[in-house]
Nanobody, 113 residues
């Protein structure tokens, strides 16, 4: 139901926008969240956008990460500015619908120094 894309190899200091596309309406999810999992580490929550459009971020993500939504494209985006090697991870999107949670396949972001 959800598919993340947009990852790749980026130099430190650069920016990237990841996409999370829904197979149906993105508004069918009461919230869409972004997570990431760095090599050898646990998956961590980055932030989310809820139905009203309100966004929330992990403390570590405030300032460089921005979540947005495009109704026409049924997509949620995660923009990351001023990337650093510690941002290297697989990024996942996750949608909450009713009592269910749907995970999309992740997209790999690699930041070179």
């Amino acid at each position: 139901q959800l598919q993340a894309s947009g990852g790749g190899l980026v130099q430190a200091g650069g920016s990237l926008r990841l996409s999370c596309a829904a197979s149906g309406s993105i508004f069918s999810f009461k919230a869409v969240a972004w997570y990431r999992q760095a090599p050898g580490k646990q998956r961590e929550w980055v932030g989310r956008i809820i139905g009203s459009g309100l966004t929330e971020y992990a403390a570590s993500a405030k300032g460089r990460f921005t979540i947005s939504r495009d109704r026409a494209k049924n997509s949620v985006y995660l923009r990351i500015n001023n990337l650093n090697p510690e941002d290297t991870a697989v990024y996942f999107c996750n949608g909450a619908k009713g009592s269910s949670t749907f995970w999309g396949q992740g997209t790999l972001v690699t930041v070179s120094s």
